[in-house]
């Protein structure tokens, strides 16, 4: 490696961010379609008088009002597993993060909904970083966070969303992005 490719490497820092393709939504995903599938499959059974379920048999319930109730948790779990495999294919929320003093420049980049806004880009100059904020918050709905605390703007969140991350993950990544961008660290 020559120094010049070192001294580029160390002028850019690009963090990816980890949206809706992590394993707990895959796991919730596949166990909604599974049951939901079930529950229309039980609702349509009952209906036809034709076992469709591969275990147990629900063409003894009686269509009214059991396999209505059942057919309706089908269709609504259905649903629910479609937005599911939906957001996990469209990543909402995946990107990353690009600190650039190259080109003088913070760009946060993530993936939404399709449509008129699919793509959600925000980009400043370095000088207008005022700070890096950490946000830790302990108890039953625990939440650490990084933001990037702008000139005249909200906070930008830098973290994923879900899981929180260890305490020393974030205080390095705090560190880290603080000394990068020569700004104060808040929060520790």
Partial sequence: MTAS???KQNRIIRKSVLGS???SNYWWATI?????TGFLL???SSYLGVNLLPVGDTTDLVFFPQGIAMGGYGVAGVLLALYLWLV???DVGGGYNEFNKETGTV???RWGFPGKN???EFTCPIEEVQSIRVEIKEGLNPRRALYLRVNNRRELPLTRVGQPLSLSDLENQGAELA?????PLEGL
């Fill in 5 to 7: 490719t070192t001294q």
């Fill in 21 to 23: 393709r992590r394993f």
């Fill in 32 to 36: 909604v379609s599974i049951g939901g």
């Fill in 42 to 44: 039980g609702g349509l």
């Fill in 88 to 90: 996990i294919l469209w």
């Fill in 107 to 109: 760009k946060i980049f």
């Fill in 118 to 120: 699919r793509q959600i």
């Fill in 179 to 183: 000394r990068f961008l020569e700004v």
